[in-house]
């Protein structure tokens, strides 16, 4: 089991919100990632981080942003949300000394009104 | 364009029959190949991984075999169980760049019934 979570896991919101998901890995790894993922489809990589104060856009344009002040926390910000954001968001982490080992929260499905 | 194409997309299969699925993969250079599960409404879990010089691994009742000329991979399920139902997510990485960037397929959404 990976120790890494994610909050809330469901959330309803009326658009022009503002809604901050939650990250946190307690596995002291360096690299983090969000992915967008919307039902029956394939995972796209929005957001990673290399490790503290280092963040970069991923494949999929959003307009949500993150942060990485601390190693174990990758908070993903929509300033204001749009129905067109209802997704599922996926956050994971992975350590520097294995390649491409993902571990991947629960998830975080949130859904715009 | 690295790509990664999973079929079938969906499977029905009842309790106790064996099944299995397929990945293909155009990406390039490889690095590794893996599988995961995900349960509806969790993240996913890995399942195996396997490396340019693997052709077979095994997890339990999971099989997955690899084989990199023909850039196919395939992951066979023996006995089903009603806890298999779920989809079963085919992610390919290339050792490219340090991130080494991951190639995701669509999945397969498999059903196990009683």
């Known amino acids: 089991e990976a120790d890494i979570y994610q909050t809330p896991r469901y959330l309803v919101i009326g658009t022009g919100k503002k809604i901050t998901l939650e990250c946190s890995q307690t596995?002291?790894?360096?690299?983090m990632y969000w992915y967008q993922q919307d039902p029956g489809m394939e995972l796209h990589l929005i957001h990673y981080?290399?490790?503290?104060?280092?963040?970069e856009k991923g494949d999929l344009s959003s307009e949500s942003t993150v942060s990485r002040i601390r190693t174990e926390h990758f908070p993903l910000t929509l300033e204001s949300a749009r129905p067109s954001h209802t997704s599922q968001y996926l956050c994971?982490?992975?350590?520097?000394?294995?390649?491409?080992?993902?571990?991947f929260g629960e998830g975080s499905w949130l859904t715009v009104v | 364009k690295n790509q990664v194409e999973q079929s079938p997309q969906s499977l029905i299969i009842l309790e106790g029959k064996n099944c299995t699925l397929q990945?293909?993969?155009?990406?390039?250079?490889?690095?590794?190949l893996r599988w995961y599960k995900q349960d509806t409404g969790r993240g996913p879990v890995s399942l195996t991984i396997?490396?340019?010089?693997?052709n077979t691994k095994s997890n339990g009742r999971y099989t997955a075999t690899l084989d990199a000329d023909t850039k196919q991979s395939s992951l066979h399920i023996t006995a089903s169980q009603l806890s298999d139902s779920a989809s079963y997510i085919c992610?390919?990485?290339?050792?490219?760049?340090?991130?080494?960037?991951?190639?995701f397929g669509r999945g397969t959404q498999l059903t196990v019934w009683p």
């Open positions: 990945c293909n993969y155009t990406v390039s250079p490889f690095s590794n």
């Open positions: 994971a982490s992975s350590p520097r000394t294995e390649r491409n080992t993902i571990y």
């Open positions: 596995m002291g790894h360096d690299k």
């Open positions: 981080s290399y490790g503290v104060n280092s963040t």
């Open positions: 396997m490396t340019f010089s693997e």
């Open positions: 992610v390919v990485s290339d050792r490219g760049s340090t991130l080494g960037r991951l190639y």
